[in-house]
């Protein structure tokens, strides 16, 4: 189970950003688990029973003792993942570096706490070879070698691999970012197609020729240049393989 800690001084918003983070996670029957407090001393107290997965807080006229419990939480789990509010003109110490993975939410609202957590809760669960997406009543996690592509329609983002086709709520650019934070090769061909590197048999000028026999459309010739080039720097490492541009 994921462990969330809240640690906002203001009572009413500790209970707003609790109970809208609980009453996700609820909707969708997920169980997790959830503490809160109020400042870096009884957050401190929280460490010591139990290092957070997920810590909610604010760096709004922090004085510099909140983030150092912080540091001290994230030695203790370095897979700690923060999600913070800051006014904004707060400058971020350097030293913010050793907590990422670290988000800054824009405000507070329903939106933006929903939003943030799922992001902190698939980060936790994920996984350097998997990536993993959320699909009533739970999160599937994929081989990334086993995706051939995804594709984006409207609100929804198809995953097609070698044994699966599933459909779930999330744009193609932040699929595309989590997957480069994985350093995966993933290209894009078109701004609802992202296809993995490793499945691409050829490709020309207006296709991509999957090594399924699939033709995905490449929309523009910047995703084609870009395509190409990346295919001929992948050539010239020892995991690249024969790659041809094809005509059709």
Request: hydrophobic share 35%.
């Amino acid at each position: 189970m994921v462990n969330f800690v809240f640690c906002y001084e203001c009572e009413e918003i500790l209970d707003f950003v609790k109970e809208e983070v609980l009453n996700y996670f609820r909707q969708r029957e997920i169980a997790i688990a959830a503490r809160c407090c109020h400042n870096a001393p009884e957050l401190e107290q929280c460490i010591a029973r139990s290092c957070p997965d997920i810590l909610f807080y604010d760096m709004d006229r922090e004085d510099g003792l909140l983030r150092r419990t912080v540091m001290k939480a994230k030695r203790e789990n370095h897979k700690l993942i923060s999600v913070i509010t800051r006014a904004q003109d707060c400058i971020a110490p350097a030293e913010d570096v050793l907590l990422e993975p670290l988000y800054v939410m824009p405000g507070k609202s329903r939106k933006h706490l929903q939003t943030y957590a799922a992001l902190a809760y698939e980060a936790v669960l994920d996984d350097p070879d998997s990536f993993s997406y959320y699909v009533r009543p739970e999160y599937i996690q994929v081989p990334v070698k086993e995706i051939r592509y995804f594709a984006s329609e409207g609100r929804r983002t198809h995953i097609v691999s070698s044994d699966r086709r599933d459909s779930f709520y999330q744009k193609l650019d932040v699929v595309e970012a989590l997957l480069c934070q994985k350093n995966c090769r993933f290209m894009r061909i078109h701004k609802s197609y992202l296809v993995n590197a490793s499945c691409i048999a050829g490709y020309s000028r207006d296709y991509v020729l999957l090594t399924t026999g699939e033709q995905l459309r490449i929309s523009r010739y910047e995703y084609y240049k870009s395509l190409s080039d990346q295919l001929q720097s992948l050539k010239s490492t020892r995991q690249g393989r024969r790659m041809q541009c094809i005509e059709w």
